[in-house]
């Protein structure tokens, strides 16, 4: 029996060890959020090593850089009743924010080298760049004749034919700068020793110096705060 435990004790101390060998993650992945659609944006993760320890446990320099699609509540697609062509009715601008972030990454749960789920709690802060982009329609001008343009409250919606191309207006985006703060979970799995999968599962709280709009004629928000889910592929060194 005591030759057993010690055995036991070996095998978990040669995991151990293993796991203990890599210093740096690196991944990538997609995320969603309450204020996005099903795909919300793109993430990259970097995490390394520190030297030292916090309250016993491994602690990682956390560094990462989101770009996401901000929607506001109220956005709800219609269709035109004659060319069958979708939009948004009173959406004036899209929000995409670049998000870099910085902060520590705390293992709460290892696992051995082979098996097992680890759990990292993840605490990070940023800048928020917002990119404020105008959204095009095409209207019909006069019969026969097709315009695109940025959206136009004005207009009578029966002349919205649907929306226009994803790539205009960029030229003509605004900028706006704030900051954002993260708190989140992540859950990795080793598939093959140095590759992992995982998911990354927290809440976000982000602030602008002014409102943004992106929709006409209602309420529109400078802080926003939203739960969100990142599925994330990488590898360990």
């Not at 993650?25 to 309450?34: A, E, I, L, R």
């Amino acid at each position: 029996m005591g030759l057993l435990l010690t055995v036991c004790s070996a095998r978990a101390q040669n995991a151990d060890t293993d796991e203990d060998k890599f210093t740096t993650v690196t991944t990538y992945g997609v995320t969603t959020n309450t204020n996005s659609g099903i795909l919300g944006g793109f993430v990259f993760r970097h995490s390394k090593a520190l030297p030292t320890l916090f309250k016993g446990k491994r602690q990682f320099r956390y560094m990462a850089l989101e770009i996401v699609n901000v929607k506001h509540p109220k956005e709800v697609q219609s269709q035109t009743p004659y060319s069958g062509g979708r939009y948004v009715y009173n959406k004036q601008n899209y929000l995409f924010v670049v998000r870099p972030q910085y902060g520590r990454e705390i293992s709460l749960f290892t696992r051995t080298a082979d098996e097992g789920v680890a759990i990292n709690g993840i605490l990070a802060v940023g800048p928020s760049l917002g990119i404020i982009k105008p959204y095009y329609v095409q209207y019909t001008v006069r019969p026969g004749q097709i315009e695109t343009r940025p959206f136009d409250p004005s207009l009578q919606p029966e002349l919205i034919v649907g929306s226009g191309s994803f790539f205009q207006g960029f030229d003509k985006s605004k900028l706006t700068v704030g900051l954002n703060f993260k708190a989140a979970v992540a859950f990795e799995l080793s598939a093959f020793r140095n590759n992992l999968t995982g998911l990354e599962i927290g809440f976000l709280a982000e602030a602008f110096p002014k409102e943004v709009t992106i929709m006409n004629d209602t309420n529109n928000r400078s802080v926003y705060t939203s739960g969100f889910v990142t599925l994330f592929f990488g590898n360990k060194k």
